[in-house]
Nanobody, 123 residues
Framework: QVQLIESGGGLVQAGGSLRLSCAAS????????MGWFRQAPGKEREFVAD????????NYAGYTKGRFTISRDNAKNTVYLQMNSLKPEDTAVYYC????????????????WGQGTQVTVSS
């Protein structure tokens, strides 16, 4: 059974930082591209960042503007999202997802999804 478990969310003041983690099990992690997505209340889910299976290809949504960094550790079956200079508009539930065939910048092809972790940025 595939599981993706996000952690690291919480409440932070504007300008602060959080590091999200997503621990994967039940799949050959090193063969899956991984993505981070988010969904704010009343809004559609949107792409944040993704990383290829090897980590050699990375894509970011434009609004991250160098504030976010995605990385992965295939030895630990974990993908990370470092978020700096957080803004109130970054408030959302953040989800990680695994794609056997990653379509860069898209939710397409993501076979498995985590339950999400709440990030709240206060002004």
């Amino acid at each position: 059974q595939v599981q993706l478990i996000e952690s690291g969310g919480g409440l932070v003041q504007a300008g602060g930082s959080l590091r999200l983690s997503c621990a994967a099990s039940g799949l050959t992690f090193s063969t899956y591209g991984m993505g981070w997505f988010r969904q704010a209340p009343g809004k559609e889910r949107e792409f944040v960042a993704d990383i290829s299976a090897s980590g050699g290809a990375i894509n970011y949504a434009g609004y991250t503007k160098g504030r976010f960094t995605i990385s992965r550790d295939n030895a630990k079956n974990t993908v990370y999202l470092q978020m700096n200079s957080l803004k109130p508009e970054d408030t959302a539930v953040y989800y990680c997802a695994a794609a056997r065939r990653l379509v860069a910048g898209s939710a397409l092809g993501h076979d498995y999804w985590g339950q999400g972790t709440q990030v709240t940025v206060s002004s």
